[in-house]
């Protein structure tokens, strides 16, 4: 069987194949300590958990459910960007909950993008940005991002291109994998580039709630729905990747377009995960402090490692990984996590599976106990 040609424009997701290595290693007896990939080790609240337990016996628990999400839900992150962001949206309308923000990725280039329409990407970014552009017939084209300018994007420098051809822009705030955070006005400038040159500006913010004093949404600022959408998830903020809850945010004619596409691929969430997605977003500030300190502890000791292995590293930078500039005269990213794979057991993310801007930084992850940290550390 001969495979469609769009499959020849991607690869295999990086941590899809390296981890079946790591796995390789462990099968054979290795004490690997994994701390490459950002899933999340600890539980949702019991509040979460308890709500899904004592629900799957309501009325209608199992049948299809809407293409919409329910209407609580719906209300629920309507509820939870008011009180957190001071944004507005209509629950009704300008809101579509999502099977994870991933699936958003796929559902708005699908929707947004022709065959030869070019996309603003990331470098370094989340690499599925531009696998999915590959696959829908776009054409990705990167902006630089790096640490002298604070991993934010050169808009007066990318404003002298041709952009004519640029239907899509994808930027994450907090940045991923960086870490780095936008201030208000630069969200307002990305706003206004946007508005400047008719291109459709995407916000991936699915850590704006860890390790963060400040957390913000693109949509907060005046005139942005008019050209902006949101994406967010409860993956990193509420424990519950595996639950796969996401939301995209923006005008009602961009939700309802996203909406068409979804409504062709697939049918609404599992009653019970919609509820329990429900349950976290009501979750009180104890919820997130008790995040935070647990964040904290492992964000200390991964600095310790840090230093152990002559990196630097950003202290105020947000979000559950800590990105690390390697030493100079190091070996490339690749392999030096290859050698202290294979060296010290230990499993870290190189900087290239983000962009060519990533070559000379490693990532480590915070989803990994205190005890596997400081093992870890003695190893070195």
């Not at 400038?189 to 916000?203: E, Q, R, W, Y």
């Not at 492992?298 to 230093?307: G, I, P, Q, S, V």
Request: charged share 20%; glycine share 8%; proline share 5%.
């Amino acid at each position: 069987m001969i495979t469609a040609d769009r499959l020849h424009s991607v690869q295999e997701y990086y941590f899809s194949k390296k981890l079946r290595e790591v796995r390789g290693l462990m099968d054979q007896g290795r004490p690997i300590i994994n701390m490459g990939i950002g899933s999340p080790d600890l539980a949702p609240s019991p509040k979460v958990m308890e709500t899904l337990r004592d629900c799957i016996a309501d009325a209608g628990a199992h049948q299809y459910q809407s293409y919409q999400g329910l209407p609580e839900l719906r209300k629920a992150i309507a509820d939870f960007y008011q009180q957190k962001f001071g944004v507005t949206v209509d629950p009704s309308t300008e809101i579509l909950p999502l099977m994870g923000s991933k699936e958003g990725i796929m559902h708005i280039s699908m929707a947004f993008l022709n065959v030869g329409d070019e996309v603003l990407l990331p470098n370094p970014g989340y690499p599925t940005y531009a696998s999915v552009t590959n696959l829908v017939g776009g054409v990705p084209v990167t902006y630089d991002l790096n640490l002298e300018n604070g991993w934010f994007p050169n808009l007066e420098e990318l404003s002298q291109k041709d952009l004519s051809k640029v239907k899509l822009m994808w930027v994450s705030y907090p940045h991923m994998p960086t870490g780095a955070t936008a201030t208000m006005e630069q969200l307002k400038s990305l706003v206004d580039f946007a508005k400047a040159n008719d291109i459709l500006l995407v916000n991936d913010n699915p850590y704006s709630f860890v390790l963060s004093n400040n957390p913000m949404s693109i949509l907060s600022i005046d005139g942005a729905k008019e050209c902006t959408l949101e994406l967010n998830s409860l993956s990193k903020t509420f424990n519950m990747a595996g639950w796969r809850v996401g939301m995209v945010l923006g005008s009602a004619e961009h939700i309802n377009a996203v909406l068409k596409v979804k409504s062709n691929m697939d049918s609404g969430m599992f009653y019970g995960i919609q509820k329990g997605a429900v349950a976290a977003l009501q979750s009180g500030p104890e919820w997130f402090e008790e995040l935070d300190t647990v964040y904290t502890k492992r964000r200390e000791l991964m600095f310790e490692l840090a230093d152990k292995l002559h990196c630097e590293y950003d202290q105020n930078a947000v979000g559950m990984f800590v990105w690390c500039k390697l030493p100079e005269r190091s070996l490339s990213s690749e392999a030096f996590i290859d050698q202290v794979l294979y060296e010290k057991d230990i499993f870290i993310a190189p900087g290239t599976i983000f962009g060519s801007n990533g070559e000379g930084y490693i990532r480590f992850s915070l989803c990994v106990k205190e005890e596997k940290i400081k093992e870890a550390i003695e190893r070195f």
